[in-house]
């Protein structure tokens, strides 16, 4: 399952982020039959406006087994990275959207996309 990280402090390095998100998916303590997951990618997103020249940084994390990586975003809300709060959710596949618009889980509705961005992954 993929995990998104909204607004990731600038000053973030992916190795941090991965450090964190891996405490978050370990077991607290040992038990002989029990395993934590696996953190199979850790990306930061870097998004640039171009029509205001505002930026943002977001964490991509994909972690496995699903049951571990729902254990992980209750444990990373609320974490702090570099003095910031973070909070983090189920991603949501937005590729398909019409019109600018989708449904989204539990009848929220998204709003339209912003144009003219540049995105850079690392």
Same mark, same amino acid.
């Given at each position: 399952?993929?995990?998104?990280?909204?607004? #990731?402090?600038?000053?973030?390095?992916?190795?941090?982020?991965?450090?964190? #998100?891996?405490?978050? #998916?370990?077991?607290?303590?040992?038990?002989p039959f029990s395993k934590g997951g696996t953190v199979a990618k850790c990306n930061l997103i870097r998004i640039l406006d171009m029509d205001t020249g505002n930026v943002e940084y977001h964490g991509l994390v994909e972690v496995y087994p699903e049951q571990t990586a729902e254990k992980a975003i209750r444990s990373l809300a609320g974490k702090q990275l570099n003095g910031y709060r973070l909070s983090a959710r189920k991603w949501v596949d937005r590729t398909l959207m019409v019109a600018g618009r989708k449904n989204l889980p539990d009848g929220q509705i998204a709003c339209k996309r912003r144009r003219n961005l540049e995105i850079s992954i690392s």
């Open positions: 399952m993929k995990i998104f990280i909204p607004h #990731v402090p600038a000053a973030a390095k992916r190795q941090e982020l991965l450090s964190l #998100v891996q405490d978050a #998916v370990q077991p607290k303590w040992f038990l």
